[in-house]
């Protein structure tokens, strides 16, 4: 004869099984402590929650913002050369501005950002224009040409000079 002892519930069916039972014989599930947890909802739950936290780390080491901010780096990124000329297109005074940037620093950036002033023979400020340029790709410790291009809201005998400023460029992500 059985006495309360010498028997459980089982946790899965809440049948009464054998203490020394090490499967339910009404729903065939384990009873030690160990293959009971396999089949508990939290279990399945952290299996799932697993890969998402992977995916999430790599996602974050590849784009957070932990990433070097130009503006701590612009100071080493410098204007070596630019010149200016003029050219008609399509009915416009076409002004060009052509230069290079030495990068001195270890980190290549790209999306860079150039805004040009065009001054007066007095230093007046009479025109400016920026492109970002999806395609120039400043590499690290190099020196790199670019152009800047677009129609002058002034004849060109009042541009008299000019001064190039690189105002922005991202660093471009290092695959792991």
Not at 19 to 30: D, F, L, T, V, Y
């Amino acid at each position: 004869m059985e006495t309360g002892f010498d028997i459980k519930i089982c946790p899965f069916c809440q049948e009464t099984v054998k203490r020394s039972a090490k499967k339910c014989p009404h729903c065939q599930s384990w009873q030690n402590k160990a293959f009971g947890f396999q089949n508990h909802p939290a279990y399945v739950f952290v299996i799932m929650l697993f890969p998402l936290a992977v995916v999430f780390f790599i996602n974050r080491q590849l784009f957070s913002n932990d990433k070097p901010q130009f503006a701590d780096y612009q100071s080493q990124i410098q204007i070596i050369n630019s010149e200016m000329s003029f050219s008609t297109q399509n009915d416009c005074l076409t002004i060009t501005t052509l230069g290079q940037i030495k990068n001195q620093t270890d980190i290549t950036w790209g999306d860079v950002s150039i805004e040009v002033q065009y001054f007066n023979a007095q230093g007046k400020l009479i025109d400016t224009g920026s492109d970002k340029t999806y395609d120039l790709v400043l590499q690290p410790r190099a020196e790199q040409a670019f152009r800047v291009r677009f129609c002058a809201s002034k004849p060109q005998s009042e541009y008299a000079s000019q001064k190039v400023f690189l105002r922005y460029a991202e660093r471009t992500p290092r695959w792991p």
